[in-house]
């Protein structure tokens, strides 16, 4: 059972470019949420999708936006890229229901130069 | 608004002793507590969670935690430590009154278990 997976694993873009991350959630896991990790920092939450809507966002603008597709994956696009969007980008699974604990994949790391 | 706590950037332990990782968390209902800890160039990996019920929760790897909630504290500890539970230890909290999967996680906590 594969857990989950992320998209690529390290990612080199310039300011002003636009950038997507991929995700996989883990086996019947039917919720995703993205996280930023600054370096140094605790992850911060981006967003959450369930049925392939936004639930959930944290405070980050609207730069930031991402979609669920029928097969539960997920897309985290960030436009017009700044140098402080360099960071460790977390996807995290888990099931809608429930208090359950979220799954993370080992994350993509962007950095803009 | 929710937030989370964990007062020390670095806890060091030597191997065998007990080791306690301090976390203090803010949230306007009910919460759910979790811990997580990640490792060099990792994703989070769950340790264990409070739901309701005992105040003293288990969880992997011998971690427990012992939920308090007129302290609102979540503390991490282990019996006895081992030098491979060094590591960057997370809490975070999500209210439930709230719903939906926003997790705050704090700044995290860095273990040093020395030999």
């Known amino acids: 059972d594969a857990g989950v997976t992320q998209s690529p694993t390290h990612l080199i873009k310039t300011r002003g470019q636009q950038v997507t991350l991929r995700c996989s959630p883990k086996?019947?896991?039917?919720?995703v949420s993205w996280y930023q990790q600054a370096l140094g920092q605790g992850p911060q939450f981006i967003f959450q999708?369930?049925?392939?809507?936004?639930?959930q966002r944290g405070n980050f603008p609207d730069r930031f936006s991402g979609h669920q597709f029928p097969n539960y994956s997920s897309e985290l696009n960030v436009n017009a890229l700044l140098l402080g969007d360099s960071a460790l980008y977390l996807c995290?699974?888990?099931?809608?229901?429930?208090?359950?604990?979220?799954?993370f994949g080992p994350g993509t790391r962007l950095t803009v130069l | 608004a929710q937030s989370v706590a964990q007062p020390e950037d670095q806890v060091n332990v030597a191997e065998g002793n007990p080791l306690t990782v301090k976390c203090t968390y803010s949230?306007?209902?009910?919460?759910?507590l979790f811990w997580y800890v990640q490792y060099p160039n990792r994703g989070l990996q769950f340790l264990l969670k409070?739901?309701?019920?005992?105040?003293l929760v288990k969880g992997s790897y011998g971690f427990e935690a012992e939920f308090n909630k007129s302290q609102t504290s979540f503390h991490l500890k282990k019996p006895s430590a081992l030098v491979s539970d060094s590591a960057l230890y997370f809490c975070?909290?999500?209210?439930?009154?709230?719903?939906?999967?926003?997790?705050?996680f704090g700044a995290g906590t860095r273990l040093f278990v020395k030999a």
């Open positions: 995290a699974s888990s099931l809608r229901q429930g208090a359950g604990e979220q799954f």
């Open positions: 086996s019947g896991h039917d919720t």
């Open positions: 999708y369930y049925e392939e809507e936004e639930r």
């Open positions: 949230v306007s209902g009910n919460p759910y």
């Open positions: 409070y739901i309701t019920g005992d105040n």
């Open positions: 975070a909290v999500r209210d439930q009154n709230t719903g939906g999967f926003k997790t705050i």
